[in-house]
């Protein structure tokens, strides 16, 4: 039922930018906290950005700060991750989730990859030099 559609990777040299989007399907995702997470070859997945279900809150892995910003749009039930200043260490597969838990303002389960019920299947992001 529930269905997580990422679209907008591809390849870019570096300093450019993409934007990311994640379409949501199955139930409405507007009340619940939303994430981007991305895996290297050989690397476990790591948090990228979060955001919270109203979107009043945010938070960011450090080597992303200044350059990601996540945002949704909960009308049309999708998450976007727009990428500026694109770096070579940023290639991966990047992976939206959502969780249906309800985690506190600050919370460190917003970081954690086993705190999320639903995953896409991933697009590829690759920053050449």
């Known amino acids: 039922q529930v269905q997580l559609v990422e679209s907008g990777g591809g390849l870019v040299q570096a300093g450019g930018s993409l934007r990311l989007s994640c379409a949501a399907s199955?139930?409405?995702?507007?009340?619940?906290?939303m994430g981007w997470f991305r895996q290297a070859p050989g690397k476990e997945r790591e948090f990228v950005a979060a955001i919270s279900g109203s979107g009043a809150y945010t938070y960011y892995e450090d080597s992303v700060k200044g350059r990601f910003t996540i945002s949704r749009d909960n009308a049309k039930n999708t998450l976007y991750l727009q990428m500026n200043n694109l770096k070579p260490e940023d290639t991966a597969v990047y992976y939206c989730?959502?969780?249906?838990?309800?985690?506190?303002?600050?919370?460190?389960?917003?970081?954690?990859?086993?705190?999320?019920?639903?995953w896409g299947q991933g697009t590829q992001v690759t920053v050449s030099s």
């Open positions: 989730a959502v969780t249906t838990k309800n985690f506190l303002v600050g919370s460190r389960l917003y970081y954690a990859t086993n705190q999320y019920d639903y």
């Open positions: 199955g139930r409405s995702f507007s009340g619940f906290t």
